[in-house]
């Protein structure tokens, strides 16, 4: 399966009367689309702001972050949550470089476990989006707007500017392209054969908070019964899977731009061989988790017949155990493992740091402690919150893009 | 997460019914719920009163079927 | 700069006192380095002077602790020094855990320290956690060596200078975490990892392995039908309004709310803080959290003897090992004054 990326750069972006890309300049019709994004019965009213690096400013109450992204060939963006139901992952599809749709929460009463975004300062070291030129959608709920229901209503909004902006790069010729061609895992060429074989397991939710009816992950299922099951790496890259409602240590971005998936990709008929890619969520019951451990260890041993597995997670300790346990009984049927974890110790002690771990599961990766504060200065100009940009606490946590579970980033947690 | 509790030492563990509702089940009524309790709370007293010598696991219950109903208790 | 005021630590046989037949001896406070705070002396060069030596015998601190470590910390204070700096205390004992005593009170009074030892010296695991303590070797035989390490990270402790990681800096690691930036992202970093274990190499994990204690299992109860049995649970269920303050996340403190007389818990009277998973089902009916209605039907049924009439409660998520341990002691201590035989504890 063969996925092309087009990139096109943009090194500035400002408001025009339309949407258009030239010479890396993107202007946005930013009246036409909050217009458009304001049609949603859902949505009182919609804002939509401009946030651009190194500008003393703070992006406020962030829900979500997306790359802008939009099909080339007429397949649909975001099947399942945005677009009608197709599957993703092979064609064309235009991608804008340096851009960021980010999605703020008007709605929430307490903002604390929502994130912040800085364009410059000791934050903007720490996180991708302080590079990118954001366009911040900040919308308030209808009266009879729900939460779930807000939610999905910001959620497409954030979707449909990030396809909307993606499209003006059709109009030009690609920067760059970068090609994603992996075979089916049985289809190995005979002189690739000793490459050491590769899994990815990817677990997309954690059932300690059930999914909303309207709260799609996979193809916009809600994955509320998901056994593990396969996919194709490509069709992550493409908008499959998009991040669910809750947490805030993975974006939708990041999934976009799969750090591990692109790291496999890269690596891939060279030191290693790419042997596809593991979907579990973390189970709520032990008998859900003896199955679903059971079940991906099945697939990542027998089914893609894999060496070696990278886990990652999405959640807190629980989700942990889901992971662990799945790893432990690869290791049994002699698949080596690397796990990718979160600092979880709230007191900055080495025992806090992992609540629980199999024997034999010896190779971790962690990213970051979220809890570690960090202090922030006051910004001149804050985006999609009221509260005054004055210097407060904040936490690695709290900074949008700086802890990603996925392994986007270089902070790391280190004993000392 | 039995498993965490055998690794930090618990020696009697009893798997329940689940993290958001460790002794009930919303989809059961109520009268199924409290039974449901009472066996897990069963199996909890039949745990004390054993002898154990490591962290032990006293049986499970079965994750109900996709319909709500119970499954059979072990 | 001017040179920092430094005053060092020695035990009796390092301070020239004498042998293990002067262990006994007090704290003495002596003019400048004497004895092994020569080699420290030495070591700092331009940078600072020792301009006291403190000395004390080690069974005087071991006998006394607190009070020793107090009038040691009186009479640095006395030189208004810019840095202490203990030892090297090698393999010994008691001077090793004297020394990370000693730096630690003096930390706690703003006033930077750093001890040196073996890895194998007590004092270590008593106070890597608190105190920067270098690593040095088994004896003096490389004094001026262990002594240039412990100067070169009591300079840094002084000038307030940024510590770098403990193998760079040649400390114990403290057991503490702090973020910071590595070469390459996690995701490369992790690929990287398991090409190097599935070719065989030796890995280096990013996190320390958690590594429990066993407890003995307490004896089984004999007569259930006589035995008083106690409800508690990490789920977070406190009162309405909370009045104990049980924290939704990190807890260190936990509820006792009296259950005398009731024959179930009433959802109007409580709620839950518990932030690490959806409570709204516990909310509705706390008995699917906490099971007084079964327990209460057990009682009156002499299945059990009697349901204790408290049910302990705290938050179960991001609690930290050392709360979680305090918590479950005193939670412990009141259940076995007030002659409690079992527990039943819900987790979430």
């Keep these: 399966m063969r996925l092309a990326l087009e990139w096109s750069d943009v090194t500035s972006v400002a408001s025009g009367p339309a949407t258009r890309l030239s010479a890396s300049a993107l202007e946005i019709d930013l009246d036409g689309l909050r217009r458009q994004l304001e049609r949603d019965p859902r949505l009182a009213s919609v804002r939509l702001d401009l946030a651009h690096p190194g500008e003393s400013c703070r992006i406020g109450r962030v829900f979500d972050v997306y790359a802008a992204r939009a099909r080339d060939d007429g397949a649909e963006d975001f099947p399942g949550v945005l677009g009608a139901l197709c599957r993703v992952g092979s064609g064309r599809t235009r991608a804008l470089g340096n851009v960021a749709v980010v999605v703020t929460d ?37 009266a009879s707007a729900g939460r779930s229901e807000y939610l999905a209503a910001i959620r497409q909004a954030g979707l449909r500017a990030a396809v909307h902006l993606a499209r003006a790069a059709r109009a030009v010729e690609p920067d760059t392209i970068e090609v994603f061609d992996l075979p089916a895992p049985t289809r190995v060429p005979g002189d690739l054969a000793h490459l050491p074989r590769v899994a990815y397991v990817f677990q997309i939710h954690s059932h300690q908070r059930p999914t909303g009816v309207d709260e799609g992950i996979l193809y916009g299922d809600p994955v509320r019964r998901m056994v593990p099951t396969l996919i194709h790496p490509n069709e992550l890259l493409d908008g499959a899977v998009v991040r669910g409602f809750m947490g805030r240590a993975v ?106 771990n199999f024997p034999g599961l010896d190779a971790l990766v962690n990213v970051g402690s979220a809890q570690e504060k960090v202090a922030l200065p006051a910004m001149a100009r804050t985006i999609g919150t009221d509260d005054p940009a004055a210097a407060t606490a904040f936490t690695y946590g709290s900074i949008c893009g700086a802890i990603e579970q996925v392994g986007a980033t270089r902070v790391m947690a280190l004993v000392q | 997460m039995t498993p965490v509790a055998l690794m930090v030492g618990a020696n009697r563990v009893v798997s329940a019914a689940g993290i958001i509702h460790p002794l009930g089940n919303a989809e059961l009524s109520a009268e199924d719920e409290k039974a449901l309790r009472r066996r897990i709370v069963e199996r909890a007293l039949a745990a004390l009163a054993t002898e154990v010598v490591r962290p032990t696991v006293f049986g499970g219950e079965p994750a109900p079927d996709a319909d709500g109903s119970p499954s059979q208790a072990t | 700069m001017p040179p920092l005021r430094v005053v060092c630590y020695v035990n009796q046989f390092f301070g020239q006192i004498g042998g293990e037949d002067k262990a006994g001896t007090g704290p003495q406070s002596l003019e400048g380095p004497v004895g092994a705070a020569r080699a420290i002396h030495q070591a700092l060069g331009d940078a600072g002077l020792v301009v006291a030596t403190l000395a004390c015998g080690d069974n005087y601190v071991a006998e006394r602790s607190e009070a020793a470590i107090g009038e040691l910390v009186d009479l640095a204070a006395g030189h208004a020094p ?167 996340l990190a807890a260190t403190r936990f509820g006792a709310y009296s259950i005398e007389g009731q024959r179930g818990l009433d959802p109007g009277r409580y709620d839950n803080v518990h932030r690490g998973y959806d409570t709204t089902f516990v909310k509705q009916d706390p008995h699917r959290l906490v099971p007084v209605d079964v327990a209460r039907d057990m009682e009156g049924q002499g299945r059990i003897g009697k349901l204790h009439e408290t049910v302990y409660s705290t938050t179960g998520v991001a609690t930290t090992l050392a709360h979680s341990e305090r918590m479950g002691r005193e939670i412990a201590a009141k259940l076995r004054a007030a002659r409690v035989d079992a527990v039943i504890l819900t987790s979430t």
């Design chain 1, 251 to 356: 974006t939708t971005w990041a999934i976009q731009n799969h750090p591990v998936i692109r790291e496999l990709y890269a690596l891939h008929g060279r030191a290693l061989w790419f042997t596809g890619v593991v979907l579990t969520v973390a189970q709520a019951t032990e008998p859900e988790r003896v199955r679903s451990a059971a079940m991906a260890a099945g697939l990542v041993a027998d089914v893609l017949g894999a060496d070696g597995a990278i886990f990652t997670k999405i959640g807190g300790g629980a989700p942990h155990v889901d992971m662990a346990q799945t790893a432990a009984l690869c290791e049994a049927r002699g698949v080596k493992t690397t796990l990718i974890v979160e600092d979880m110790s709230t007191d900055g002690s080495e025992e806090g740091m992992l609540l629980f």
């Design chain 3, 82 to 248: 810019d840095l202490l700096i203990a030892g090297p205390a090698f393999l010994a004992g008691r001077y090793g855990v004297a020394c990370g005593a000693l730096c630690a009170a003096a930390a706690r009074l703003g006033v930077p320290a750093v001890t040196g030892m073996h890895r194998e010296n007590p004092g270590v695991e008593l106070y890597r956690r608190r105190v920067y303590i270098v690593e040095t070797g088994a004896d003096a035989a490389r004094m001026l060596d262990d002594a240039r390490r412990l100067v070169a990270l009591g300079l840094k402790l002084a000038r307030r200078e940024a510590i770098a990681a403990p193998g760079v800096d040649g400390y114990f690691p403290r057991g503490l975490t702090r973020n910071t930036l590595a070469p390459a992202t996690a995701a490369r970093r992790a690929t990287a990892m398991l090409l190097d274990k599935l070719a065989g190499h030796a890995v280096s994990s990013e996190v320390p392995l958690p590594d429990f204690p066993t407890i003995a299992a307490p004896a089984p109860v004999r007569d259930l039908g006589h035995a008083t049995i106690a409800l508690v649970t990490d789920g977070g269920l406190v009162l309405k309004g909370n009045p104990d303050e049980i924290e939704p």
């Design chain 1, 106 to 142: 008007q709605q929430i009463d307490n903002p604390s476990t929502l994130a912040v975004i800085d364009m410059c300062g000791p934050a903007a070291e720490l996180s991708v989006f302080a590079r990118t030129h954001n366009l911040v959608v900040s919308a308030r709920p209808a």
